[in-house]
């Protein structure tokens, strides 16, 4: 059973300072990978989609690479700022069978930039 | 505006009545599936799916039943609900294949 393990569990940087997440699964037979964003309250936001194909996808100050080989996914996120505060969560979609299209989701890295 | 609705947001009910809660998307998904969210645990799917009349069991699909008898409506029933079904509960729409896309979530309190 696929298994996504998040590290750290919570992280506190000043804002300004690039900071890097990230995400280990156990199984390497992933269709996709995808990073979210939680804030307190609220629903996920997509932040980015990694197909099994591809390397790493960027959107503005992020990046997110995918290691498939080695089961891991960095998320990058450059010159934090406070509204970057919120939980990061990563999941990755297996190929079919029971769940198919299912995430199967990390526990999430708690990230607070102080201003 | 492309987006998935669920209602209601906040629930607080008693054991044993029969609930349901509604999930709308506007974007002619195939894919929807439903979540519950528990702390120490993350997110876990409960029922997923793939198309109208094609529904399957998640991960954690004891308690609920779910209907996809429109495209874009997939409502998430809970017939008996007990106090182990407290959670935030979220539903979420993709093209197979795609990015899901995550609805606000109903914050469900079962006394």
């Known amino acids: 059973k696929q298994e996504v393990t998040q590290i750290p569990a919570a992280l506190s940087v000043p804002e300004g300072e690039n900071l890097v997440l990230n995400c280990s699964f156990t199984d390497s037979a992933i269709y996709n990978l995808q990073w979210f964003r939680q804030d307190p309250g609220k629903g996920l936001t997509s932040l980015l989609l990694?197909?099994?194909?591809?390397r790493e996808q960027t959107s503005g100050r992020l990046n997110a690479s995918l290691d498939k080989s080695s089961g891991r996914s960095t998320l990058y996120i450059a010159a934090s700022q406070p509204g970057d505060s919120a939980t990061y969560l990563c999941a990755v979609k297996v190929y079919s069978g029971g769940g198919a299209d299912g995430l199967t989701f990390g526990k999430g890295t708690h990230l607070i930039i102080q201003p | 505006e492309a987006q998935v609705t669920q209602n209601p947001r906040y629930l607080i009910t008693v054991t044993g009545k029969k609930l349901t809660v509604t999930c709308s998307q506007n974007m002619n998904h195939e894919y929807m599936s439903w979540y519950r969210q528990d702390p120490g645990l993350g997110l876990r799917q409960i029922y997923y799916s793939m198309n109208v009349e094609v529904t399957d069991k998640g991960d954690v699909p004891e308690g609920y039943k779910v209907s996809r008898k429109e495209k874009r409506n997939f409502p998430l029933i809970l017939e008996s609900p007990s106090p182990n079904q407290t959670s935030l509960y979220f539903c979420a729409s993709s093209f197979l294949g795609g990015t899901q896309y995550f609805g606000p979530g109903t914050r469900l309190t079962v006394l």
């Open positions: 990694i197909q099994s194909s591809q």
